[in-house]
């Protein structure tokens, strides 16, 4: 089903609607969680944020998908690219609706070269000098987008531009600038935790631990 809900021009007043929208999808779906996680890096979070939830409740779904479309047209442009890449696994779900209503080719990176067949890490077709908008759910330090930026590049295809919807505000964004693609994204985690603070699901002690990590992560990358 093709969406178009959000295919107008993103106004201020329009993008803090679908910030509280998000907000809210993100605690009704169980996406947000708030204690002490470890995550994948060995670091400590006060939070944890598991988007791959969001599918399971069809109308989330189509809000945070609408929200990707209207990036993609107000912020990104649909000729400044070929074809769509996806960070696996969070991202396949989001990046499918999306190439599917933009009517562009979808590229799967894998974080493991296939030990089989082909034995390639781009499941999909990729022509030399094709233009890949990368797309992931949330970016922290950029090793995932990293690595997949790399790899399309090294099967031809051309990379500087990419799409999140959360940015972790762990120095990805600026590493991913390092290699030369611009990380588009719709909010950042600090207010999306002053957000939910507001709206009373967010103590004030949880969120002062999470602007400390920010500041933390900040003084030291």
């Given at each position: ?118 034995q390639k890490k781009v499941e999909g077709i990729l022509e ?94």
């Amino acid at each position: 089903m093709l969406i178009e809900v959000y295919w107008i021009k993103l106004s201020l007043e329009k993008i803090e609607k679908l910030e509280t929208e998000l907000s809210n999808i993100l605690i009704r779906t169980g996406a947000i969680k708030f204690g002490f996680f470890k995550l994948t890096s060995g670091k400590l979070s006060p939070y944890y944020i598991d988007l791959r939830t969001i599918p399971s409740s069809p109308s989330a779904f189509k809000t945070v998908v609408s929200i990707y479309l209207a990036l993609i047209k107000n912020k990104i442009g649909l000729d400044s690219f070929d074809r769509i890449g996806c960070v696996p696994i969070a991202s396949i779900a989001f990046a499918s609706v999306i190439a599917f209503n933009l009517d562009k080719p979808l590229l799967c990176v894998r974080k493991e070269l296939k030990k089989h067949g082909r034995q390639k890490k781009v499941e999909g077709i990729l022509e030399p000098g094709d233009k890949v908008l990368l797309i992931d759910d949330l970016i922290t330090t950029g090793k995932s987008m990293i690595e997949a930026v790399n790899s399309i590049r090294g099967e031809g295809g051309i990379v500087d531009k990419g799409l999140v919807l959360i940015d972790r505000q762990e120095g990805g964004i600026k590493k991913m600038k390092e290699i030369d693609v611009t990380v588009h994204t719709f909010t950042k985690i600090s207010d999306l935790a002053k957000r939910l603070f507001h709206i009373g699901i967010l103590d004030e002690d949880k969120l002062e631990d999470i602007i400390k990590q920010i500041k933390e992560q900040e003084e030291n990358p």
